[in-house]
Antibody, heavy 119, light 107 residues
Framework: QMQLQESGPGLVKPSETLSLTCSVS??????????WDWIRQPPGKGLEWIGG???????THNPSLKGRVTISIDPSTNRLSLELTSVTGADAAIYYC???????????WGQGTLVTVSS | DIQMTQSPSSLSANEGDRVTITCRAS??????LAWFQQKPGQAPKSLIY???NLQSGVPSRFSGSGSGTDFSLTISSLQPEDFATYYC?????????FGPGTKVDFK
């Protein structure tokens, strides 16, 4: 059974870097045709796609985040990572990782992790 | 970026009602549209991909249709567990974008 689990600090200071990890079980990052996405949702608001990575390492990011995003994968540990630099209050959200299939969209989501930005 | 709109933004319905939510893209996205269901305090759940294909395990009372710019999600007979917020998402062109959501609550 496919499972994704996000983890990371729940509190980040303004201007610092947010680092999150998504542990994947039940599948392998090396399977072709699969992408791994990060999506976020400010409390009480809608969903925003942050970016994604293909198993070969090619990444795509949302330009709205102005180059602050780094997404990587570690096939040896089946972990997906997100780094978001220079955070502000606007980055406070629930962050989700998700698996996406080529031409078939997202099929599995993690449960999400809440990130608060405060000094 | 492709803008996604949904209507209505919210609706009230009774158990057993037929409910339809529409989603429109600002430009053609072929059939590269997904629908998600989200209940309070939970992660989104994938319902439909490629506009009309049910994800594994999704009840057959859910159906999707459309292509190009206009899409719809229909629940044929609303069940108590279906009261939730529904989002569409286009995955045709980066950056992928979501609709603002449609909240379905009890009349």
């Amino acid at each position: 059974q496919m499972q994704l689990q996000e983890s990371g600090p729940g509190l980040v200071k303004p201007s610092e870097t947010l680092s999150l990890t998504c542990s994947v079980s039940g599948d392998s990052f090396t399977r072709s045709g699969y992408y791994w996405d990060w999506i976020r949702q400010p409390p009480g608001k809608g969903l925003e796609w942050i970016g994604g990575i293909y198993y070969g390492g090619a990444t795509t990011h949302n330009p709205s985040l102005k180059g602050r995003v780094t997404i990587s994968i570690d096939p040896s540990t089946n972990r997906l990572s997100l780094e978001l630099t220079s955070v502000t209050g606007a980055d406070a959200a629930i962050y989700y990782c998700a698996r996406r299939r080529n031409w078939e969209g997202i099929d599995y989501w993690g449960q999400g992790t809440l990130v608060t930005v405060s000094s | 970026d492709i803008q996604m709109t949904q209507s209505p933004s919210s609706l009230s319905a009774n158990e057993g009602d037929r409910v339809t939510i529409t989603c429109r893209a600002s430009q053609g996205i072929r059939n590269e549209l997904a629908w998600f269901q989200q209940k309070p305090g939970q992660a989104p759940k994938s319902l439909i991909y490629a506009a009309s294909n049910l994800q594994s395990g999704v009840p057959s009372r859910f159906s999707g249709s459309g292509s190009g710019t206009d899409f719809s999600l229909t629940i044929s007979s609303l069940q108590p567990e279906d009261f939730a917020t529904y989002y569409c998402q286009q995955y045709s062109s980066y950056p992928f974008t979501f609709g603002p959501g449609t909240k379905v609550d009890f009349k």
